[in-house]
């Protein structure tokens, strides 16, 4: 990447326009991005705040009980293959056209929810998440690149904070959508998510293509070495690393908090003291008590979202991009330690909403500096390129959470070590100290360790969570992942420094 990849040079920076002026200036073509991609993450953030449980959640009624490393490892080869692959299809995407793109990949990600729905198999659940991890591969540079074509340097920063604002209305109606189907059973999640993303065929009839600006004379070949020429920047790698290590802490609110607020954070007091609230919000088998369900508390990082993300970009406008992405590392990382450490509902509300802060100033800007920076007919490439932050973090974090979660702070895995280290119930035999043999090791399986602890101990559910809390500490947990917050954060305020003698980058 050189200083020939920068916008054409012009006597001055084009005047700043108001929001009215803005907005008016954004064409239809982005609007039609905006709202095919709205129907997508709808879809997608349906299936995936309640996945964690239903993957790995042990006492989940109809769920597929797998452990926490099994959970990790799907976990991870679906970010490798979803965030990575538009490394590559992302020239591609410029190549061949976007509509034709975004035709294919809705294909793969119906197909792929119809295989979640129905298979219960490891592999074959493995099989459904390839399936739709490729879809929404293929998906990401044909909407990205359109909507890259479709602004400039005067409007960018508030046309990608819209359509990252409509990118978490879909996530938050998902969520309430998703806890309304598991209601009529686990597999309605993954046919109605099918039925969503269908709605986009009727949106492609109107879809006026995009010119990429790119050569469209390249064979594939060629548009596939271009690809893995381009990246090699020591600069533009720096980026991508220290965005891996930001986003490696953020996915863990949707990765592994739904397991950790089912297994550790009671509502039931909130619930007791606010009788107004919908019954659909609730959720009844909860030994504790009446509980709020996980995905309608954690949807509150998306209604935050919606509520202040596009008067927060408009506030942020003149921010430069590199600052402003390092000032929502530091006030994320506060809000994974703040929610991740406690068991108090209210504790975790002020924890989702830093969090959600420091991704209203993270994730849009890291998208704008990424189109700003990317060469004439290479911008769905480039915003392939940025996808490889969100490949690295969540698969290098799903393995953590799986070892750290699985051994450490998994109620059912703690329940289990009680039994065998301090009570008699193992009396007469030595456990070889390896987590995942205790469950045959005790005869008791992970499902019904929990209940087990109870009765051995004679206490109720609620005795016994605190029991656990306080013997195995398992908040612990989180302390590796604001660690990494702290190393990317770092990492930014000397790469922020350093960028102001390249004009290409300083932005």
């Known amino acids: 990447m050189s200083n020939a990849a920068v916008t054409e040079p012009t006597a001055e920076e084009p005047p700043k326009l108001t929001f009215r002026q803005t907005i008016g200036s954004l064409p239809r073509s982005f609007w039609m991005g905006c709202t095919m991609e709205m129907w997508e993450r709808l879809a ?15 006492d989940e009624p109809g769920g597929l009980h797998f452990s926490q490393q099994d959970k990790g490892t799907i976990y991870m080869i679906w970010a490798l293959i979803q965030s990575l692959l538009p490394m590559i299809t992302g020239g591609y995407a410029d190549r061949y056209g976007y509509k034709r793109t975004i035709f294919i990949t809705v294909w793969l990600k119906i197909m792929g929810y119809l295989l979640m729905a129905t298979q219960r198999s490891f592999t074959g659940f493995l099989l459904g998440v390839v399936v739709l ?49 598991h209601g009529k059973g ?14 986009n065929f009727l949106m492609l009839f109107t879809y006026k293509e995009v010119d990429s600006g790119a050569d469209k004379t390249s064979d594939a070949w060629k548009v596939f070495r271009d690809t893995l020429k381009n990246i090699w920047d020591a600069r533009l790698i720096t980026v991508i690393l220290l965005l891996s290590g930001f986003w490696l802490m953020m996915y863990q609110l949707w990765d592994l908090m739904p397991n950790f607020y089912t297994d550790w954070i009671s509502s039931t007091s909130f619930v007791q003291n606010n009788p107004w609230l919908p019954t659909s919000w609730l959720d009844v088998r909860d030994p504790r008590g009446v509980q709020l369900k996980q995905e309608n508390v954690l949807n509150i990082n998306a209604v935050c979202i ?84 969100s490949a ?10 799986g070892v750290l979660y699985g051994t450490r702070g998994e109620k059912a895995t703690l329940a289990l070590r009680y039994l065998a280290e301090k009570t008699d119930y193992a009396k007469g035999k030595t456990w070889d100290g390896d987590v995942e043999s205790l469950s045959s090791f005790l005869g008791v399986s992970r499902s019904e360790a929990f209940k087990k602890l109870q009765e051995v101990l004679n206490v109720d559910a609620v005795e016994a969570t605190r029991l656990l809390w306080d013997t195995y500490q398992p908040y612990e947990i989180w302390y590796a992942f604001a660690a990494v917050g702290v190393a990317s954060l770092l990492g930014m305020l000397l790469f922020t420094q350093r960028s102001k003698k390249w004009k290409d980058l300083d932005v």
Do not use: D
């Open 44 to 58: 997608y953030y349906g299936v995936r705040v309640v996945m964690p449980i239903y993957i790995a959640q042990a």
């Open 133 to 181: 991890a490729t879809g929404t591969a293929l998906f990401k540079p044909g909407i990205q690149g359109t909507l890259a074509q479709s602004m400039n340097k005067s409007n960018s920063s508030v046309g990608w904070g819209l359509f990252y604002w409509l990118v978490n209305v879909g996530a938050a109606v998902g969520p309430p959508l998703a806890g309304y189907l």
């Open 306 to 389: 919606v509520l202040f993300l596009v008067p927060f970009s408009y506030l942020v406008a003149r921010m430069k991009v590199l600052p402003a992405m390092t000032l929502g590392i530091l006030v994320a990382t506060f809000g994974v330690l703040v929610s991740g450490t406690t068991t108090s509902l209210y504790v975790l509300f002020l924890g989702i909403l830093l969090f959600s802060i420091g991704e209203m100033l993270t994730g849009p800007k890291k998208v704008e500096y990424f189109a700003l920076i990317a060469p004439k007919g290479k911008k769905a490439l480039y915003l392939g390129y940025i996808n490889i932050p």
């Open 186 to 199: 686990w597999p309605w999640v993954f046919y109605g998510c099918a039925a969503i993303i269908s709605l």
């Open 392 to 401: 690295i973090g969540p698969a290098v974090g799903a393995q953590m959470a």
